[in-house]
């Protein structure tokens, strides 16, 4: 079985920023996937729910980081959107 690329993009993607996962921190409730920066800033501004399920008493704490995922994160090779008009990064 192969995963496509959108599968592996979806993976890999923060649902509050919707970018590639930074410090990769994963919730106990729905195990989502999010970067630490943007789910701490969901925790000061909400209740302390879930931004995925809403399942309630979520905190800083709770989270645990995903080492497998932020490895794979790590290790990809990312092309600018803009390579192909000369942009060298």
């Known amino acids: 079985m192969t995963a496509t690329q959108n599968e592996i993009q979806l993976l890999i993607e923060c649902c509050i920023c919707c970018d590639y996962l930074t410090d990769v921190r994963e919730t106990p409730c729905c195990h989502q996937l999010f970067c630490l920066s943007c789910i701490k800033s969901w925790l000061q501004q909400s209740a302390h729910n879930c931004p995925r399920c809403r399942s309630s ?14 490895r794979f994160v ?9 390579k192909l008009q000369g942009c060298p990064a």
């Open 74 to 82: 790590d290790n990809l090779q990312f092309d600018c959107p803009h």
């Open 57 to 70: 008493a979520l905190t800083e704490q709770t989270l645990t980081k995903n080492v497998v995922i932020q």
